[in-house]
């Protein structure tokens, strides 16, 4: 098993990508924290531990909103205490709205950043306390193949994408001499429920327009994140995979 006897906290698992790297690192023998933003996404949760815990049966669902300091620190510090140490974080949560720019009112700007960007901030800095005294981490951020090619309507999305690509890189250049590695997945259009209410017609350009010919499902982009989170990615510093169809080439 790739991730025997590792902590692994996964922000936004309780459904969509997340969802699917928490049942991929349960299988490789990870324990799985669930990481979700409301009691609205309780059931959801629980959905995703049902799927792993035949697996990974000490994983566990922990609410907290990454956007919000206090409940950051208290996640990661509840981890600490429960398991010891977090040895794998998969920063995933995320929202997505759409509005042309001259429309795009600063709340829904701010709300998108504070989520996709201060809570990669916010749990990478908390997480990295305790992997800087383990001298272990793996940190996984999710990107997407629009930081690259930029999307009308979703420039507080892209904004923030690019952003975490910069922040990645910059902390891989701080943490780089220890054995805590830092990378990027940037997945491209792939089935979940951001796609949910995306009319018909322009799926079907989105789909037309990549080489590949299909959107991806989740399945297809979960293992990316193993290899970055096991011993095969550990000459990977700073990097951004983005498993895309040839949407984009980076």
Known sequence: MKLKNKIALITGSS????????KLFAEEGAT?????????????????????????PDSITHMADVSLENEVIEMVNNIKDRFGTIDILV???GIATSAPIHEMTSQMWNELLSIHLNGTFMCTRE???????????????????????????FAHY???????????????????????????VAPGATETRMLADVPKDILDSIR???????????????????????????HFVGQCISPNGGDVFL
């Open 208 to 234: 037309e327009s990549i080489p590949k010919g299909s959107i991806a499902n989740v399945d297809e982009i979960a293992p990316a994140y193993l290899f970055l989170a096991s011993d095969a990615g550990n």
């Open 158 to 184: 892209t904004a923030a994408k690019g952003a975490i690509i910069s922040f990645t890189r910059s902390l891989s250049l701080e943490i780089g001499s220890k054995n805590i590695r830092a990378n990027c």
């Open 91 to 93: 920063n995933n949560a």
């Open 127 to 153: 997480c990295l306390k305790i992997m800087y005294k383990n001298n272990y981490g793996r940190i996984i951020n999710t990107a997407s193949q629009l930081a690259y090619k930029g999307s009308a309507g």
């Open 15 to 22: 459904s969509g990508i997340g969802q699917g790297v928490a």
């Open 32 to 56: 799985v924290v669930v990481n979700y933003p409301s009691e609205e996404e309780t059931e959801n949760a629980n959905s995703t531990l049902e799927l792993i815990t035949s697996n990974s």
